[in-house]
């Protein structure tokens, strides 16, 4: 994916806002930014927003991610993964939590603020 990606932190959180075009090899190099932004900011919390991206991801592609999340993540940092309409498909989340990570993906801004401000 050729993306640009953003860092700032609003209300306690790391959000990730990223753009551009969708490929597999940037998506784990994504997950790792965000795990160096979450330890150079001393932040268990992360928003990443990925709902201006384009492209689509395959469901082994979603299973490898979801993997991933957890390996990087762990149950330490939180993560919710906004996702462009219609591209959830939550089999790279239920891979990530089956493996202990605490990690949502949904299509709604309002509901992964609202999860990671709950948990």
């Keep these: 994916m050729s ?7 609003v209300n306690g959180l790391v959000e990730a806002m990223v753009e551009g075009e969708y490929s597999l090899v ?3 190099d994504l997950i790792d930014s965000v795990k160096n ?3 150079r900011t001393n932040i268990d919390r992360a928003l990443v927003d990925c709902s201006a991206i384009s492209g689509s991801m395959t469901e082994a592609e979603r299973f490898a991610g ?3 999340v957890a390996e990087v993540f ?3 940092i939180m993560v919710a ?3 462009p309409k219609g591209e959830v498909t939550k089999l790279g989340e239920i891979a990530a939590v089956n493996r202990g990570a ?3 993906v949904t ?3 309002d509901e992964a603020l609202d999860w990671l401000a709950s948990n």
């Design 37 to 39: 932004e979450c330890g």
């Design 26 to 28: 940037n998506m784990f």
């Design 66 to 68: 979801g993997k991933r």
């Design 74 to 76: 762990g149950q330490d």
């Design 3 to 9: 993306y640009q990606l953003e860092f700032s932190l």
């Design 81 to 83: 993964l906004v996702m």
């Design 107 to 109: 299509e709604s801004r």
């Design 102 to 104: 605490k990690f949502l």
